[in-house]
């Protein structure tokens, strides 16, 4: 793939954010739950995790509302990238089915400073399927998702999914999947870009 840098966006959780490796850590230390990462087989993991739902809803409050607060890093390689893009051709674009976006930016921020304000839009749509609107209206072509079903929303209306690969999404499609975000950097047509 050459993708021109200004036609590729991303989802925030399981692709710029290691936010399901801090689920698993705060369900240890929080609740005494021992989940093995891996084993998060299904996106609605309450069907294969084994967890009290008030206890998963206590730990979602904490990384919707406070992403930059707790210990919620970005996956290796993300920041380099995405601060390459930013520069390349602003703003960069990350499309959240969160509810709320100024905690995003405040983690981005935090995390990757380089960054500036004025470089980066973050969309929240609140569900997952009001992202193909959005990417839509955005112009975008190309999205990095971690959720299969969004990919399948969005590909019947021509936008190219790549898939960030994690336990939950190896079955069911065959997308382009990305194991790490020098998987991503080496689609992107930076020369072309400049
Ligand atoms: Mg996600």
């Given at each position: 793939?050459?993708?021109?840098?200004?036609?590729?966006?991303?989802?925030?959780?399981?692709?710029?954010?290691?936010?399901?490796?801090?689920?698993?850590?705060?369900?240890?230390?929080?609740?005494?739950?021992?989940?093995?990462?891996?084993?998060?087989?299904?996106?609605?993991?309450?069907?294969?995790?084994?967890?009290?739902?008030?206890?998963?809803?206590?730990?979602?409050?904490?990384?919707?509302?406070?992403?930059?607060?707790?210990?919620?890093?970005?996956?290796?390689?993300?920041?380099?990238?995405?601060?390459?893009?930013?520069?390349?051709?602003?703003?960069l674009?990350?499309?959240?089915?969160?509810?709320?976006?100024e905690?995003?930016?405040?983690?981005?921020?935090?995390?990757?400073?380089?960054?500036?304000?004025?470089?980066?839009?973050?969309?929240?749509?609140?569900?997952?399927?009001?992202?193909?609107?959005?990417?839509?209206?955005?112009?975008?072509?190309?999205?990095?998702?971690?959720?299969?079903?969004?990919?399948?929303?969005?590909?019947?209306?021509?936008?190219?999914?790549?898939?960030?690969?994690?336990?939950?999404?190896?079955?069911?499609?065959?997308?382009?999947?990305?194991?790490?975000?020098?998987?991503?950097?080496?689609?992107?047509?930076?020369?072309?870009s400049?």
């Amino acid at each position: 793939m050459h993708i021109p840098a200004h036609e590729i966006a991303f989802d925030f959780d399981g692709v710029v954010a290691d936010t399901f490796r801090l689920f698993v850590e705060m369900a240890k230390t929080e609740y005494n739950i021992d989940i093995e990462y891996e084993d998060i087989t299904e996106y609605d993991f309450m069907r294969v995790v084994k967890m009290d739902y008030t206890h998963v809803a206590q730990i979602f409050e904490t990384l919707t509302n406070f992403p930059h607060e707790v210990d919620l890093k970005p996956n290796t390689g993300a920041a380099d990238v995405l601060a390459r893009l930013a520069r390349t051709a602003p703003p960069l674009s990350v499309i959240t089915a969160r509810h709320v976006g100024e905690p995003v930016h405040r983690w981005f921020e935090k995390h990757i400073p380089q960054i500036g304000a004025g470089l980066l839009t973050v969309k929240a749509t609140g569900e997952s399927t009001a992202k193909l609107a959005i990417l839509k209206s955005m112009g975008v072509k190309y999205f990095v998702e971690d959720r299969v079903d969004t990919c399948h929303l969005i590909a019947k209306e021509g936008i190219t999914p790549i898939v960030y690969d994690q336990p939950w999404n190896r079955d069911g499609h065959s997308y382009a999947v990305v194991k790490c975000w020098d998987d991503i950097s080496a689609m992107i047509d930076w020369e072309g870009s400049r």
